[in-house]
T-cell receptor
Framework: KAGVTQTPRYLIKTRGQQVTLSCSPISGHRSVSWYQQTPGQGLQFLFEYFSETQRNKGNFPGRFSGRQFSNSRSEMNVSTLELGDSALYLC?????????????FGPGTRLTVL | GIQVEQSPPDLILQEGANSTLRCNFSDSVNNLQWFHQNPWGQLINLFY???GTKQNGRLSATTVATERYSLLYISSSQTTDSGVYFCAVALSGGYNKLIFGAGTRLAVHP
């Protein structure tokens, strides 16, 4: 069974631009969560989607948004990029919603904002 | 909010040595996972262990939920074990939201 896939793997943008990252979960998994990893803040939860609905959102500004499609694939969007948005963005999938579910991570998208 | 503390922050070992990594958490959880982050950034699942003990080859883990800690044991370490080890927990509340510790950076030298 294929793992979680994320595209693109690397991205370079300039301040003020917007970016869209994509995540395809493991086949059959319906929950997708997104995390941001930076050297200063570590790994932080961004949001969780299940059945095309955002169930929970972390403490991030409204510039960070996402969505989930009927096939469980998810995208996250960051508008008006700032230098501090440079980070590794990780997507995780799990079979169902619920905190007891094991999460499996993709390889990440490394975003650099210049 | 819940606090997740990992110790030690850094660990340097000679190949063949054993080590114990610790994760303390401040609230009741119903999910605890250990990950190894490889040099390319991907988080590799090691254990899903909200309670009890599990073993996988040279690695084993124990979580004592009532005392709010988990231990990851690495035996006969190899250079390929190098990297950062993360503990992450999720609260009993229905959301797939993992809260990560700051990690233990392990370097295994030949």
């Amino acid at each position: 069974k294929a793992g979680v896939t994320q595209t693109p793997r690397y991205l370079i943008k300039t301040r003020g631009q917007q970016v869209t990252l994509s995540c395809s979960p493991i086949s059959g998994h319906r929950s997708v969560s997104w995390y941001q990893q930076t050297p200063g803040q570590g790994l932080q939860f961004l949001f969780e989607y299940f059945s095309e609905t955002q169930r929970n959102k972390g403490n991030f500004p409204g510039r960070f948004s996402g969505r989930q499609f009927s096939n469980s694939r998810s995208e996250m969007n960051v508008s008006t990029l700032e230098l501090g948005d440079s980070a590794l963005y990780l997507c995780a999938s799990s079979p169902l919603a619920g905190s007891y579910n094991e999460q499996f991570f993709g390889p990440g998208t490394r975003l650099t904002v210049l | 909010g819940i606090q997740v503390e990992q110790s030690p922050p850094d660990l340097i070992l000679q190949e063949g040595a054993n080590s114990t990594l610790r994760c303390n958490f401040s609230d009741s959880v119903n999910n605890l996972q250990w990950f190894h982050q490889n040099p390319w950034g991907q988080l590799i699942n090691l254990f899903y262990i909200p309670s009890g003990t599990k073993q996988n080859g040279r690695l084993s883990a124990t979580t004592v939920a009532t005392e709010r800690y988990s231990l990851l044991y690495i035996s006969s370490s190899q250079t390929t074990d190098s990297g950062v080890y993360f503990c992450a927990v999720a609260l009993s509340g229905g959301y797939n939201k993992l809260i990560f510790g700051a990690g233990t950076r392990l370097a295994v030298h030949p």
